[in-house]
């Protein structure tokens, strides 16, 4: 877990993120809030909840899950002067009880942290769900608790209109994965009708076996395209609305009010990007330029709160080298 975490936010920093929503696995979530805070990034994570149908050694007691993800909200949130807050995290409700669901809603509001989960990202999870409860799974989730302004819903694919109006009604943010989507072959989410209705979208990469990236360059241009295909609109989701998918919207999903713009008295967090080489030139538009032109390679400052953590290709915090060689010693050995 430390090594996967680490190369994850090392990936992150040099390649122009500065704040993530991380959802990790059920066991040595420690070792991830532990990274997170050594490399400087701004994050909202948690530990990950499975109490039924999980492969072995994923599976949890529902009272043991609960009750570590008590003990992890005591000891990580807010830590490193406020950029680590806790998720509470559910895998989803085809691997959660109903106890184990409500009982995530029971702490989110006691401790007043966030929830985050996936949902409706393929059609057999609907089934799965609609066949389990009676219900398709937004109506599900909301009737469980897990909707709301606190709430961070990944995917969204394959939503019906009366779930739609939910997701807008209660405030729920979403999560799109455009990589991962076409990877999975889950579908394309309805992202064009969420921004109509006022619901609020951010930008996702997912996780590296249904992306291989965590780009987020890759991820504008991808939703981004993907959208005009789904429309058959050439002016579906264009490159001011993606980038701010990609930057304040993806800040009001985790919850940081002072993050996601320039803007003063705001959190300093900045990137910095080269425009010598020939993808930028000309440049007529910088936000069409971002979104499909731009690559995370082209990064060469990663500032956030006002702390350089990357900077014309060296790491100021990170030994990039030995979290290289370590993930490829793990990898070795598994």
């Given at each position: 877990m430390r090594a996967a975490a680490e190369l994850g936010y090392l990936e992150v920093v040099e390649s122009g993120t500065t704040t993530v929503i991380d959802h990790l696995s059920v066991a040595h979530a420690d070792e991830a809030f532990e990274a997170a805070e050594d490399a400087g990034v701004r994050a909202l994570m948690g530990k990950v909840l499975?109490?039924?149908?999980?492969?072995?050694?994923?599976?949890?007691?529902?009272?043991?899950?609960?009750?570590?993800?008590?003990?992890?909200?005591?000891?990580?949130?807010g830590a490193a002067e406020g950029r680590i807050r806790y998720a509470v995290t559910p895998r989803f409700a085809?691997?959660?009880?109903?106890?184990?669901?409500?009982?995530?809603?029971?702490?989110?509001?006691?401790?007043?942290?966030?929830?985050?989960?996936?949902?409706?990202?393929?059609?057999?999870?609907?089934?799965?769900?609609?066949?389990?409860?009676?219900?398709?799974?937004?109506?599900?989730?909301?009737?469980?608790?897990?909707?709301?302004?606190?709430v961070v819903l990944a995917h969204?694919?394959?939503?019906?209109?009366?779930?739609?109006?939910?997701?807008?009604?209660?405030?729920?943010?979403?999560?799109?994965?455009?990589?991962?989507?076409?990877?999975?072959?889950?579908?394309?989410?309805?992202?064009?009708?969420?921004?109509?209705?006022?619901?609020?979208?951010?930008?996702?990469?997912?996780?590296?076996?249904?992306?291989?990236?965590?780009?987020?360059?890759t991820e504008m241009r991808q939703a981004s395209l993907l959208g005009k295909v789904e429309e058959l609109d050439p002016?579906?989701?264009?490159?001011?609305?993606?980038?701010?998918?990609?930057?304040?919207?993806?800040?009001?999903?985790?919850?940081?009010?002072?993050?996601?713009?320039?803007?003063?008295?705001?959190?300093?967090?900045?990137?910095g990007l080269t425009t010598d080489n020939a993808r930028s030139t000309p440049m007529h538009d910088p936000y069409s330029h971002l979104a499909f032109a731009a690559h995370g390679d082209d990064v060469t400052l990663t500032m956030v709160d006002g702390e350089v953590l990357y900077r014309d290709g060296d790491h100021v915090r990170l030994d990039d080298r030995r979290i290289r060689e370590r993930a490829r010693e793990f990898a070795d050995a598994y």
């Open positions: 499975m109490d039924k149908d999980s492969p072995d050694g994923l599976q949890e007691e529902t009272d043991a899950a609960l009750a570590e993800t008590e003990r992890l909200i005591r000891e990580y949130d085809v691997s959660c009880t109903e106890e184990c669901l409500r009982g995530c809603r029971e702490l989110a509001d006691e401790y007043g942290v966030r929830i985050h989960t996936h949902a409706s990202e393929n059609r057999g999870e609907i089934e799965a769900v609609e066949d389990d409860t009676g219900m398709r799974n937004v109506h599900w989730l909301d009737e469980v608790g897990l909707t709301g302004e606190d969204c694919v394959w939503t019906d209109e009366t779930e739609r109006e939910v997701l807008a009604e209660t405030g729920t943010h979403v999560t799109h994965c455009p990589s991962s989507n076409m990877k999975l072959a889950s579908g394309v989410a309805p992202v064009r009708d969420y921004l109509d209705r006022g619901i609020n979208v951010a930008l996702g990469n997912d996780g590296p076996p249904c992306n291989n990236t965590l780009d987020a360059f002016t579906a989701i264009p490159a001011r609305t993606v980038f701010e998918m990609a930057t304040r919207n993806g800040a009001e999903a985790a919850g940081f009010e002072d993050v996601g713009k320039l803007r003063e008295g705001w959190k300093a967090d900045v990137v």
